[in-house]
């Protein structure tokens, strides 16, 4: 009876065991890097806006505080957009012929709100909150990144549960005084990142006593910010 | 000169009068008869109406499957109180089936109950798509069943982990340790018929598929030795498995603090219950498939007989948990449980199924204490029919009636199911028998190289 399979089929089937563990194991390690990468989230990726807006300029050089523009951010959840009356506010006077600005002088001509392109989007099941952050002492730039050296803005973390995560389950690696809160500068080095330095925690500990930061289980729980 | 103890088989096929295997086969007789269910036989008619009958039946299933899918489990009769319903009864049920196959594989094999041989590649099987059905249930009651490999833990991006302490995530690891378990058994178990197969076959696509099944076995005597090596681990494997899982299955209900569900009974009582429903099922099938495929000679009266004794066994261990369910609730004082009782037995409007339950369950299958009614297949097959209704309205009791008398009054509502939970039970059933045809169409039923080991002589001569 002739063979039905070549002699290299054996060396193929042993291959092909120990072969399909690697194979699982690059997958997996595969789509977990996909899923975190800023190609999925979307992170680093500097959004075109109808007007040519910058941050950098307005708060770094300037020095326009966040809350001049974002007016709700203390006390609603939505950090709230401005509308073209806040632009206008200078720009009636400061490089009123400017052809940059045209399409703020036309909103303002029309009464017709500018269509920003939204750069920080959380999933609809998502209760998100930003009076209770600032409240509690988690600085803009905690989440946002340093804006004031942004022309563009983009979004600087990932956005996902784990990264929320971080900071739930150990509120004071990131905490700051609450005057500190809008000071894009604050400790930039260790916003986003691990921050786990003594005196951090040390800090940290002592300002979610006193703001009354919630304790973990509830931070952590489901209901918190799936309601 | 060989004593009893050597030849184990010997009083099996002399001594009694129902042996395992009938005389007068050899290891190629055996071997012709069995590949040739496989390789040469026509395949006869009540084949192809019952695998479409059951496919067809599949198909209602998949189509019920579509429809919930993009519709969402509203479709299900359950509701509040009600939130288990269909869906975790079938689970119950399928899963219960699937132990008598484990049981009969690597219990029996273990405790060298020789006669199991026949049977055991079969059980298995049925273990298999049994555990596959039931698998459906859970996984569609989620309502996202794509997103089911959330209850894995693996590093996700939500950096969140299962609740280890919930017993339906202990579901999940038993019943996949199960499921892979019994997977691997049953396919070692398959190696040396898948090699008589692919040396038999004379199609080219057989022979490659086959060959490829049986990873190059050639029989040697090492091959061999490492064989029985792997597969004695593998029972040692299974074993706890048998009691393990169904345990678990119990602790859905036993862990909660449900009247009717928080009962220690449980846990023994479950294994009962499946080993029950699991043997039942056995001979639900084995029945039909020793007659239609002229199998009479190898699955022979004394495993039908041996089965029912099995059944009569665990269906009193049952009977006991349901008077001890009776008794605690008495015993206990407690008013909460008492209520559950008094409304599941006579004065609730489930009590129709308690009542078709001890009938289906506990009177009925008292007939197998009749050694002719063990010896009338007909008997036999309409009391393992009785037997897997009954353990169906045992779930269906147990679930149902607990949680529909609510602890608030304002809660207490009725459980209906709707068509989509028929059809989606149906369907399984329809699944499982199609599976199962294809299996018998295709792999050997009853295990070649087990049967020729069981034959008279087989056994090893000691010399001197």
């Known amino acids: 009876m002739p063979q039905i399979f070549h002699r290299s089929t054996n060396t193929l089937a042993k291959l092909s065991i120990f072969g399909s563990i690697f194979v699982l194991l690059f997958v997996t390690w595969a789509v977990a890097e996909i899923n975190r990468s800023s190609w999925n989230t979307g992170a680093f990726d500097e959004r075109e806006q109808p007007v040519q807006f910058s941050h950098k300029h307005h708060t770094g050089d300037d020095g326009i505080d966040c809350r001049y523009c974002h007016t709700s951010v203390e006390v609603s959840s939505n950090a709230g957009l401005p509308p073209t009356k806040t632009c206008m506010n200078c720009h009636s006077q400061l490089w009123s012929d400017s052809p940059y600005l045209e399409p703020v002088r036309a909103s303002w001509k029309e009464n017709k709100p500018i269509e920003w392109t939204r750069v920080h989007d959380l999933p609809d099941y998502v209760y998100f909150n930003h009076s209770i952050h600032v409240a509690k002492g988690v600085g803009c730039s905690s989440c946002h990144g340093r804006v004031d050296e942004m022309p563009l803005v983009y979004q600087a973390a990932s956005l996902q549960m784990e990264w929320c995560l971080e900071c739930h389950r150990e509120p004071e690696r990131y905490l700051r005084p609450k005057s500190e809160v809008f000071n894009m500068d604050w400790q930039q080095e260790n916003a986003l990142a691990e921050n786990k330095t003594a005196e951090q925690l040390a800090r940290g500990r002592q300002l979610k006593a006193e703001y009354k930061v919630r304790p973990r289980a509830i931070l952590e729980s489901c209901s918190t910010c799936h309601r | 000169m060989a004593s009893r103890v050597d030849e184990p088989h010997d009083d099996l096929i002399h001594v009694t009068p129902n042996p395992v295997i009938e005389p007068g086969h050899t290891a190629a007789s055996v071997t012709d008869k069995i590949s040739a269910l496989v390789l040469k036989r026509k395949t006869p008619l009540a084949w192809y109406i019952g695998f479409f009958i059951s496919f067809s039946l599949a198909n209602v299933l998949m189509f019920t499957i579509a429809y919930l899918v993009t519709t969402g489990i509203g479709i299900w009769g359950n509701n509040w109180p009600v939130g288990w319903a269909f869906d975790i009864i079938n689970f119950v049920w399928w899963i219960g089936i699937g132990h008598a196959g484990t049981l009969i594989s690597a219990i029996l094999l273990l405790l060298r109950q020789e006669w199991r041989t026949s049977i055991n590649r079969f059980a298995e099987a049925m273990t298999l798509f049994a555990v596959a059905c039931a698998g459906l249930f859970p996984l569609l009651h989620t309502g996202r069943p794509w997103l089911a490999y959330w209850m894995l833990p693996y590093p996700n991006t939500m950096n969140i982990y299962p609740q280890f302490r919930s017993p339906l995530m202990w579901d999940v690891f038993a019943v996949s340790t199960y499921a892979s378990v019994s997977a691997l058994f049953w396919y070692v178990g398959l190696i040396p018929d898948f090699a008589t197969l692919r040396d038999r076959a004379k199609n080219r696509a057989f022979k490659v598929v086959y060959g490829m099944l049986a990873l190059g076995w050639r029989g040697s005597a090492r091959h061999w030795h490492r064989y029985e090596t792997a597969y004695l681990l ?65 699955i022979t009266l004394r495993h039908l007989r041996n089965s ?73 097959f309409i009391v393992s029919l009785i037997i897997s209704v009954g353990m169906w309205l045992e779930r269906f009791v147990i679930i149902v009636t607990s949680l529909h008398r609510d602890f608030l009054p304002s809660s207490w509502a009725m459980y209906r199911p709707t068509i989509f939970d028929w059809s989606m039970f149906i369907g399984t059933i329809g699944l499982f028998f199609t599976l199962l045809l294809l299996f018998i169409r295709f792999l050997p039923a009853i295990s070649i190289f087990e049967m020729r080991t069981i034959l008279p002589g087989a056994a090893p001569k000691e010399e001197g």
């Open chain 2, 234 to 298: 593998l029972a040692g494997l299974a074993t706890p498995l048998v009691l393990s899982v169904h345990t678990i299955v119990s602790f859905d209900f036993a862990v909660s603090q449900l009247p009717g569900w928080h009962a220690t009974i449980f846990p023994p009582y479950f294994v009962a219950g499946a080993i029950y429903a699991g043997f039942a099922m056995v001979l639900l099938l084995t029945i039909p498939l020793r007659k239609f495929y002229g199998l009479e000679d190898f």
């Open chain 2, 308 to 380: 029912a004794k099995i059944m009569l066994a665990t269906g009193l261990i049952v009977g006991y948990g349901y008077m001890m369910e009776a008794f605690m609730a008495w015993y206990s004082a407690s008013e909460y449980e008492g209520f559950m009782l008094k409304n599941r037995i006579w004065t609730g409007p489930y009590w129709w199924a308690y009542a078709l339950l001890l009938i289906t369950n506990i009177i009925i299958p008292q007939i197998l204490w009749s050694k002719r009614a063990r010896h009338n297949t007909a008997i036999l």
